[in-house]
Structure formats: C-alpha cells, structure tokens
C-alpha cells in the first residue's frame, strides 16, 4: 500500500467492545485508504463492522469500545492519538458526517436554518447575519426549494429527502475534506435516494469533499464510489475498483450481495433473492473463514484456516477465499458454473 499520497489511512484496524459477556470482536484487522476528491464505499450487512469502524475514525468511539490495535492517519496525523481538543478541531471542520435518519439528529425544536448556521459557528467566528448568508447560499447549493422561505421551517415541516438535504447542507458548510455517510438513502423512496445521491455527487466535485459510503446496498453504491471494500464479520474479504466489484467479483459473500440487489427486470414476488443464514457470533469469531457456515462452496480448509488475500487482475483487487488456491481449481470451475446458472 502507497503511504504519501493518501488523504486517509486505516491500517490494520482493530476494534473490540469489552462487555460482561466477553470481548466482542467487531473489527478485526482492516486497511483501507481514500484519496482526495475520491469516493469509496464500505458495504456490508448490518453487524459487519463498518459503522464501528468509521465511528472510530471519526473520534466517535464510545466505552466499552477500545482500539486493541492498528492505526489511523488522517493527512499524515495520527488521529488514535489525538486529544480530545484536536479531534473536536477535526470534527466537523475537516470530516463530517451524515447519517441514516435525520429526524433523530435534527433539533425538532430549532429552525432548520438555526442547525445550518449553528454548525458553521462551531468553527468559524462570525455573526449571526453572516452565518445567515452563508446557509442561504449553502441551500441555494444544494438546490432547496424556496430556500428564502424554507430556512425558517421546523424539520417536521420538511418532507424526509428535504430534510436528508438539511443533513447534506450542515455537513458541507464547513467545506470538510471528508465526508463519512452512513446509510445516507436507507429510509428515503427511491426517486428520493436517487436525487440524494446526484446532490452527493454534484457537491463533491463543486466543494473537493471526498467521500466515505457506508452502505449494506451495493445498488447504492454503484453510482458513486469509485472503490469498493466488501465488510463481512470484522473483515474485509474482498476489495477492488467498482469495475472489479460489480464486472468481476470474486468473493462469494461479494456474489450474494450482488445477487440480492433489486433488479428491474426481476419478478420481485418470485425472484427476490437474499444470503441465507446469519453472521457468525463475533464473541467467539470463527477459526477459518468467516462466512464458511453460509458458503455452498466451503470445505475443510474454510472451516480450519483464515484464507489468505489473493490478487487478481489488478493490484488493488483482492479477495480473501480458499476458492482462488491453486488447489481449488474444480471447486472454483464448479462455482462458476453454478453463478452463470444463477445470472
Ligand atoms: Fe466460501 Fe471457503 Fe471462500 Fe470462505 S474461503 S468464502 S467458505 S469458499
């Protein structure tokens, strides 16, 4: 992995919470990176570590949460070691955050304009009126309708894209370098997710804020990041451009997420196609490979040892499966067979 040039560094993250049931081990060894003006995308089931592990980039880990190894570099800075005075710095003004439900985070008794300017105070010393001119021309950014009139309503007289755009607006004002969104289009309709995800689009060109997508949705993600980590159990099993991602997968945790993505064409009362089981207990994390106890192909070698990251086309694409060991030729050739079936 290049070091210089990277905006982030997550390298060989591990965090576990230490409850009266034992140590949960949520993530367990991850190196990824972004650069700058670049979105990439952590996607995964719920439970898979990804959340946990942007909460704690982000400064946000809460006990009896604990960083048991790995480390984080934000522009060369180690942001493990950080008082908690600096990653307030940080905060806000160099990485931001928006996440899945904005009622829950919007101040149901403040104007929504009031939130905007509110964030933009936090760092910058400026008055009342010149915040007020900053969020006018923020919502006039991100294309709110009748901002003049709007900045004035309460979040529950917002429709819920409206206030998802109010969750953009106050994560921008401050031009972060990084914006890290959770789940940002789960609970909207479709048309909604799809006008959401331009606004993202559109803001990160015209502010150079790069992008962290947290999703489980890989229909999400093909229309914005450029890189692609596939979280499954604390561990990143297959990484690789978004071309590799959806063209070429490897992993086969990587082909159920692909398989369960809605399609058009499908009949969804018939075709509606889902990752039977459930992630492995993360208080005892499995010997071998995680997603062994749903994996059609697994065999003895999954269920004893972790596999080892192979490379395939390109460097950066990889994948974690017993499947690509020169051993494993016919099992490989069987599941191919059995995926082209399935298209
Ligand atoms: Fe399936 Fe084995 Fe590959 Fe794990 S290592 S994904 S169990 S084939």
């Not at 307030?88 to 904005?102: A, E, K, S, V, W």
């Not at 959806?246 to 945790?253: A, D, I, M, N």
């Not at 993360?282 to 995680?290: S, T, V």
Request: charged fraction near 20%; proline fraction near 6%.
């Amino acid at each position: 992995m290049e070091t210089s040039s990277h905006l982030l560094e997550v390298n060989d993250l591990a965090v576990s919470f230490f409850t009266y049931a034992g140590e949960v081990q949520a993530v367990r060894g991850i190196s990824w990176y972004l650069n700058k003006n670049e979105t990439i995308a952590l996607v995964g089931e719920s439970g898979c570590g990804k959340s946990v592990t942007i909460q704690t980039v982000m400064g946000l880990l809460q006990s009896p949460g604990r960083v048991t190894g790995g480390s984080v570099r934000f522009e060369e800075r180690d942001m493990l070691g950080l008082s908690a005075k600096e990653l307030r710095q940080l905060q806000g003004n160099h990485m931001t955050m928006i996440f899945q439900d904005p009622l829950s985070y919007l101040n149901p008794t403040m104007r929504v304009g009031e939130q905007i300017a509110e964030s933009y105070r936090l760092h910058h010393k400026v008055s009342r009126s010149e915040a007020e001119a900053r969020v006018l021309d923020m919502m006039h950014l991100i294309s709110f309708p009748e901002p003049e009139r709007n900045m004035y309503a309460y979040p529950h007289q917002l429709s819920g894209g409206m206030r998802q755009r109010i969750m953009v607006a106050m994560a921008l004002i401050c031009n972060p370098q990084v914006l890290f969104a959770d789940e940002p289009t789960t609970a909207l309709d479709v048309t909604i997710q799809a006008q959401i995800i331009e606004l993202m689009n559109s803001l990160k060109e015209k502010l150079n804020t790069a992008i962290v997508l947290i999703t489980h949705d890989l229909g999400v993600v093909a229309n914005m990041a450029q890189r692609i980590y596939v979280m499954y159990a604390g561990k990143i099993v297959e990484r690789g451009s978004a071309k590799d991602i959806f063209y070429r997968p490897k992993h086969p945790y990587t082909w159920g997420l692909l398989a369960s993505v809605p399609r058009l064409d499908a009949d969804q009362s018939r075709d509606f196609r889902y990752i039977p089981g459930t992630p492995p207990d993360l208080l005892n994390p499995p010997k071998g490979c995680p997603f062994a106890a749903r994996c059609r192909y697994a065999c003895r070698a999954c269920v004893s040892s972790i596999p080892e990251e192979m490379a395939f086309d390109s460097e950066d694409h990889r994948a974690s499966c017993w499947l690509y060991h020169p051993g494993a030729e016919a099992l490989l050739a069987a599941a191919e067979r059995e995926r082209g079936m399935q298209r």
